[in-house]
Nanobody
Framework: VQLQASGGGLVQAADSLRLSCTASGLLVSERAMGWFREAPGKEREFVAAIKWSGDSTSYADSVKGRSTISKDDSKNTVYLQMNSLLPADTAVYYC????????????????????WGQGTQVTVSS
């Protein structure tokens, strides 16, 4: 299993960015796919997730309303569109795949996801 994250970069506050995660060795149509982020000196935290069926999504409060998770099953790729970026969004962003779905965003822990990508750096300057 490989999860290849890309799309990070250096942007200014209020800009937008779209992260991509292309999977191999598994089908995003059969997994819960999630995005996590880890800022310097902080623990890795949940950002967003999308259910294998594509009909349910979940977001952390910190990004809700500014971010959209989506996927393209034909490309076996998951996306995270982030708008109105803040310096506080600066982190390494990781995509992950799991087999369970939860009803509330605070139930999505790292332990719920078995497969992880290598991360992509997002830096937002003020």
């Amino acid at each position: 299993v490989q999860l290849q994250a890309s799309g990070g970069g250096l942007v200014q506050a209020a800009d937008s960015l779209r992260l991509s995660c292309t999977a191999s060795g598994l089908l995003v149509s059969e997994r819960a796919m999630g995005w996590f982020r880890e800022a310097p000196g902080k623990e890795r935290e949940f950002v967003a997730a999308i259910k294998w069926s594509g009909d349910s999504t979940s977001y952390a409060d910190s990004v809700k309303g500014r971010s959209t998770i989506s996927k393209d099953d034909s490309k076996n790729t998951v996306y995270l569109q982030m708008n109105s970026l803040l310096p506080a969004d600066t982190a390494v962003y990781y995509c992950a795949a799991g087999t369970k779905w939860y009803e509330t965003h605070n139930q999505f822990s790292q332990a719920a996801f078995r497969s992880w990508g290598q991360g992509t750096q997002v830096t937002v300057s003020s």
